[in-house]
């Protein structure tokens, strides 16, 4: 069975996923099913590396501090688009220097940087260390790097490093 679905969980996730797009039929199940063991296949090939995670009690206040974060970002990109003040903000790009080298807390702040609204991940570059966003109300560059740094990396590193 391993061979077959090295992942059951994301094989069963993504049979289930498929069969809510599409219609409930034998058709689409087998279908589903081949995509399904196809992508855990495929998965399993990639070899992903499992996180470490060294601090589990960091991870809520983090959710915490995420959550509070994007409820902020909503009201405020809200607010500009319909009091029709996006044509006074001015949009811009930040550099971040980067201290978290661990993929997997990399991969989570990416995430988060952009389900934030209004702000947006562009680009790493894993040499220099250095994370550019794009920032839809951008005031103080400083700032964005300060808050970054502070209220995401932190944690992620406590986290995983």
């Known amino acids: 069975m391993s061979r077959v679905f090295p992942h059951p969980l994301l094989a069963a996730a993504l049979l289930l996923m498929w069969l809510l797009l599409t219609s409930f039929s034998f058709a689409q199940f087998v279908l589903g099913g081949v995509v399904a063991a196809a992508a855990s296949r495929a998965m399993a090939a990639l070899q992903p590396s499992k996180p470490r995670i060294s601090r589990w009690r960091v991870i809520p206040r983090l959710a915490g501090v995420v959550t509070l974060d994007i409820l902020r970002s909503n009201a405020a990109v809200f ?5 029709g003040r996006w044509r006074e903000r001015v949009s811009g790009f930040v550099a971040i220097p980067l201290d978290l080298r661990d993929r997997t807390g990399l991969a989570v702040l990416s ?5 934030t609204p209004g702000t ?3 680009e790493y570059d894993p040499v220099s260390g250095v994370l550019l966003i794009h920032v839809l109300d951008l005031v103080d560059k400083d700032e964005w790097v300060t808050l970054i740094k502070n209220r995401y990396e932190a ?5 995983f490093e």
Not at 79 to 83: E, H, K, R
Not at 111 to 115: A, G, P, Q
């Open 79 to 83: 607010s500009i688009i319909v009091q």
């Open 111 to 115: 995430c988060i940087v952009t389900s």
């Open 120 to 122: 947006a991940w562009v």
């Open 155 to 159: 944690p992620l590193m406590e986290i």
